[in-house]
């Protein structure tokens, strides 16, 4: 399949024109990868069945895993939802456009095809511009994954969506304004008390700042997942976020983390490996052996948030064996830093 790949300017009418090309492909069944707020998104017509099934063709993703509805117009959460929640108003209000998804029961409209079978429905109403005049232009709901092929760290720049998704779509919209970094915050309104299913940049204390109680998954609420829990949201179940080398997390007092890494970094290269280092700002200059890359600063963990996958990506194409990377606090959005951070480690934690 030849992609086409459009590049987003500062030419309001070239843009205009990747918007309707788009649009065009959208609601003829084809499929566009395009940015978001948070990572890539890989878009078809939620309604066209055929047009999901090409997205699960191909992410090469597990069809029993739900996709996202991305829609432009806050009214249109009742075209989706038969049951909007006075939680769903309230939250829709506070935070959209915006890294939020909320899980509500479906219209029977809705195909079970982008649910998994399940009788709720995920919708966002993303705040990037180019993803927000792409849905418009349109004019269908956009179902959504993020653009990466299944299994991969998401895609933050146009750079990982052409080299997960050249010859797999119709068109990737390139524009490197994805901000965020994680995918959004999801929380799950159609069950009696709302429930936090995937950690992002809206916090649990921001949601129950506007809610009061919020649950939090027992599948993602620690390091360790335990025995017999399983996340309800499908996707939270698989290896997700991984890069081909072994990745694991050093925890610690800071000068202890420096110094194990270090330890380990030495062993790997003596073992013979390629070793890489996500190193921060504050720690930089601290490792003298390996690649080592800065993923951001302790002190902002939205820098963090920004570079993960870039960095973890990039180690990929170095062909590294092993990755040690620094823990980060979970304030903000640290939670969801350590959240993809842990996946990606398959939980290999060290303590310094
Ligand atoms: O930021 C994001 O959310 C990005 C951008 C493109 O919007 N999208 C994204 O989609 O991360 P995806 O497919 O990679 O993750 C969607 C997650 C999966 O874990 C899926 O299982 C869960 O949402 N999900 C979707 N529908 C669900 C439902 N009805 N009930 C529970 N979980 C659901
Ligand atoms: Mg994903």
């Not at 829709?92 to 982008?114: A, D, H, N």
């Not at 995918?183 to 649990?204: A, H, K, M, N, Q």
Request: aromatic share 4%; charged share 25%; with cysteine.
């Amino acid at each position: 399949m030849n992609t086409i790949i459009a590049q987003i300017t500062q030419d309001p009418l070239e843009n205009e024109k990747i918007f309707a090309q788009a649009g065009e492909i959208l609601r003829a069944g084809g499929l566009v990868a395009f940015p978001t707020e948070t990572v890539y998104g890989l878009g078809g017509d939620a309604f066209d069945e055929d047009a999901a099934r090409k997205i699960y063709a191909a992410k090469g993703r597990p069809s029993d895993n739900p996709l996202i509805v991305h829609i432009a117009d806050k009214a249109d959460l009742y075209k989706l939802s038969r049951e909007v929640t006075k939680e769903a108003e309230l939250l829709s209000e506070k935070f959209w456009p915006g890294p939020l998804t909320m899980i509500l029961k479906k219209q029977p409209s809705v195909p079970s095809t982008i649910t998994g079978g399940l009788d709720t429905v995920a919708i966002r109403m993303p705040v990037h511009k180019t993803a927000m005049e792409m849905i418009k232009a349109s004019g269908v709901y956009v179902a959504a994954p993020s653009a990466n092929l299944s299994g991969k760290p998401s895609p933050t720049r146009a750079s990982h969506c052409i080299h997960d998704l050249k010859g797999r779509v119709d068109m990737i919209i390139a524009d490197d304004t994805v901000d965020i970094g994680v995918e959004s915050t999801i929380i799950d309104l159609s069950s009696e008390v709302p429930t936090l299913l995937r950690p992002g940049y809206i916090t649990l204390e921001q949601l129950q700042e506007v809610l009061g109680h919020v649950e939090v998954d027992p599948a993602i609420k620690g390091a360790v997942v335990p025995d017999g829990v399983v996340p309800k949201a499908p996707g939270m179940k698989y290896k997700h976020y991984a890069p081909d080398a072994s990745l694991s997390i050093v925890e610690g007092e800071p000068d202890a983390v420096v110094a194990k890494i270090n330890e380990l970094v030495a062993e790997g290269m003596k073992a013979g490996k390629k070793v890489g280092v996500m190193a921060t700002e504050e720690t930089k200059g601290r490792y003298p052996e390996g690649i080592v890359r800065i993923v951001g600063s302790h002190k902002d963990e939205a820098t963090v948030a920004h570079n993960l996958f870039a960095v973890l990506r990039e180690f990929d194409e170095l062909k590294v064996d092993l990755i040690y990377s620094e823990g980060f606090s979970t304030e903000a959005v640290g939670t969801a830093v350590m959240n993809r951070l842990i996946k990606a480690a398959g939980h290999t934690i060290i303590m310094a």
